[in-house]
């Protein structure tokens, strides 16, 4: 069965790092459009953040401007998320997702009734 789980959220102040993990499991993340999504509390929808085609090309929502990078190693099959200068406006918990039915291809933007699996998240909270 296909799965993927999250780790390494915890708190942060504005300015600082985090690095969130997704293993995956059932799949080769490689293979297929992979992403990372937010929501913050009380928003009733999630926010994509950034995306892994393939071919190794990303893209970032218009919010992140060079803060964040998503990279994937297929040697542990993890997707990985590297944020800097983080905000207070971060805080969300972060979802990684997989759309398996796109040959590898990311719709930009993507929204998240396109994604096919979830992981459970993982919570990041920023302090100002």
């Known amino acids: 069965a296909v799965k993927l789980v999250e780790s390494g959220g915890g708190s942060a102040q504005a300015g600082g790092s985090l690095r969130i993990s997704c293993a995956g499991s059932?799949?080769?993340?490689?293979?297929?459009?992979m992403a990372w999504f937010r929501q913050h509390p009380g928003a009733e929808r999630r926010e994509w953040v950034a995306?892994?085609?393939?071919?190794?090309?990303?893209t970032y929502g218009d919010f992140v401007k060079g803060r964040f990078t998503i990279s994937q190693e297929n040697a542990n099959n993890t997707l990985y998320l590297q944020m800097n200068s983080l905000k207070f406006e971060d805080t969300a918990m972060y979802y990684c997702?997989?759309?398996?039915?796109?040959?590898?291809?990311?719709?930009?933007?993507?929204?998240?009734?396109?994604?096919?699996?979830w992981g459970k998240g993982t919570l990041v909270a920023i302090s100002s």
């Open positions: 059932g799949f080769g993340l490689s293979s297929y459009c």
């Open positions: 997702a997989a759309e398996v039915s796109s040959g590898g291809y990311c719709y930009i933007p993507l929204v998240d009734d396109a994604m096919d699996y």
């Open positions: 995306a892994i085609e393939s071919d190794g090309s990303t």
